[in-house]
């Protein structure tokens, strides 16, 4: 698949174009037009994509853990593909190969119902991939693409129980509410992340400050990026001068609760709304805490249960956030920015799930799986 | 909660009268006022229940796996509650009980939704649930059951996202896929098992005997009961006479392909509707077949991937067999009927599941929980 893209990247291209241009021609944001828009080196860029998933190892055949019973049976729990997997998702060519590798290299066959700004550019994708499945022991229909991207046939994806075992929503809040409320199949979430900072009582405050800069700047538009620091009472004052100055000068906007003004008058003034915000932005809500409890309380209230992290050098303080914060990821003492299938060592991810079933945290090769029981006897009756 | 039940048998035996004798005005079959009724062996059969749950190991806490990254990170994950559950159960008060202890073992909160004609019994349960409760660092509201057994408020619990992680039907059919259709919550579905045995060319005849009467006859109602016979055509001849006679002894009525009936002429002939239908009673359907690939494929085209199982002395074929048949659990010389918790080794379970995601099989401590990931640094930035 990955040699495919590149030798057929100008028809790639050329379908790219149209889809490119339909959209100047509707008014769309540059944000989305950059998304939409190929070149030679993303096109080459999808292929090594492609090509790492590949070398990965195979998840499918693994066997978790087996046992015997006592009347002598033999318990294995096997990973297996989970069967098909759709996955809708926003005007973003390269998550089309991307997901067609996942799931492939997961034994699944995957059904891809992109954005209708894309049609055109995962027309040539997907014609390109199936030619180069044509060559190979793996059904060219395994990756099919919904060519109608009116809302009804998505819509009635979402209800083919029969045919489609796991819906991945991947895109914005909108796109992901839109799949929970009409899906009957179930639907693994990726999710928004309201990620926090915060800096306890004991912190190694140099240490507080690379870590919330690293998770607010490296990459603010990210879902593992922060979009709130929590700092406690007791080292307000040290940190927060410090801290807040350096990210200004990054060019982060900072909205505080009123003691963080108190401190540092440029903050703007942070509403309750602001708590609740993933920004994925330069914009940074700042609220000083009395007590790890209440930094708990404030994250579990306000939280999407995505990424969050402490910085503290007390044992105690560590423990409890671990065990307190209920998210997906908790971090001791390290960026939030760290959520994420290749930095986990998963190798790839399809996304970032904040929900409980199935899949929490990266969603990589073993998360596109499910598992049966084989079972060996000799002859045993109940 | 188990001493509470039986101190207060009185009192809900009290109002399970009030239910069965509402049931017997309603004339509701009998199997269904057999599963509504309670006396004091049951109530101590439910507490005893209770108290080997109670004995069971906590799932939660545990880490499953940790490693460490190269840039020193240290990831473990942890099985941590799932939050609050919502059992969407019929008219069987022992239920009630079963769930409220799985799901408080497993750490979570439970809003149990039981069948309208057990709402007198349900309701004397969870008094004494709660009050039970009530002397424990367990809240007592962590127990709540939905009043109003009302269709509405049925539906209206299968919406609220924000407050319930996770459903679980257990009923019949009806009641399961009304709750795929309506719920927006996550759903396990606990499931219908049309099971096979298959009997290969290459089988020790007199085991295979011996396990599709287990698999029918030990307890035809329940979900990993035998529901089709598969026979090799080369050992139908001998096997047939033989099994189908010790089974229709033993009250088992026999529906037939032309083969069978050929082989075996009381049988009934089968039709096409018989090769898709879990009985549930002294039913079996029978069908010889050409190859193990015949027998795959029946399976997976008429199962309903619950629980199979090949009798064989071939290697090849097991293996093939364990391979290609698609099902929760795939079973080698032993029968369809130990798929469930207790026989699995998990000590108990509140359904078996045979949706592929996050459950599959058994749903027991483990399953009612999710994980979340613990990462320990140092400094660690991206």
């Known amino acids: 698949m990955a040699d495919f893209l590149v030798q057929n990247c100008d028809s790639i291209l050329e379908a790219n174009q149209v889809d490119v241009e339909n959209a100047r021609k509707k008014n769309v944001s540059r944000a989305m037009i950059d998304r939409l828009t190929l070149n030679p080196e993303r096109i080459a860029g999808m292929a090594d994509g492609l090509r790492q998933i590949a070398a990965l190892p195979d998840p499918v055949g693994e066997v978790i853990s087996m046992w015997k019973r006592p009347n002598g049976l033999q318990i294995g729990q096997q990973r297996v593909p989970i069967g098909v997997i759709g996955m809708v998702y926003e005007a973003r060519p390269n998550v089309t190969t991307d997901a067609a590798g996942l799931c492939l290299k997961s034994g699944n066959a995957v059904i891809l119902r992109g ?85 306890d009582s004991d912190a190694d405050l140099e240490m507080g400050e690379k870590i919330i800069i690293n998770a607010k700047t490296s990459r603010p538009a990210v879902c593992n990026a922060a979009e709130t620091l929590l700092v406690h009472a007791a080292v307000a004052e040290k940190f927060i001068p410090s801290a807040l100055a350096s990210l200004k000068n990054l060019g982060v906007e900072l909205r505080g609760c009123e003691k963080t003004r ?121």
Not at 149 to 164: C, D, G
Request: proline letters at 3%; aromatic letters at 8%.
């Open 115 to 199: 954005g209708s700004e894309a049609i055109n550019s995962n027309k040539a994708i997907v014609k390109v991939i199936s030619e180069a499945l044509a060559g190979t022991d793996v059904p060219e229909d395994a990756v099919q693409l919904v060519e109608d991207t009116s809302r009804e046939t998505a819509t009635e994806l979402m209800k083919l129980n029969k045919y489609v075992d796991l819906l991945i929503p991947r895109g914005g809040a909108g796109l992901i509410e839109a799949v929970v409320k009409n899906a009957t199949v179930p639907v693994i979430e990726t999710g928004t992340g309201n990620c926090h900072v915060y800096i």
């Open 262 to 382: 108190a401190i540092f008058p440029d903050a703007l003034p942070a509403t309750e709304e602001d708590w609740y915000t993933e920004y994925l932005d330069y914009i940074l809500a700042v609220k000083v805490v009395d007590s790890l409890e209440e930094a708990i309380d404030h994250i579990n209230k306000y939280g999407t249960k995505h990424s969050e992290a402490i910085v503290t050098r007390n044992y105690d303080n560590a423990r409890k956030f671990l065990q307190e914060v209920d998210a997906a990821a908790v971090y001791v003492n390290a960026s939030t920015r760290f959520t994420d299938g290749g930095e986990f060592g998963f190798g790839a991810e399809i996304g970032i799930s904040n929900q409980k079933l199935h899949a929490r945290g990266p969603i990589g090769l073993r998360e596109l799986t499910t598992t049966k029981y084989i079972i060996f006897g000799s002859g045993q009756i109940r």
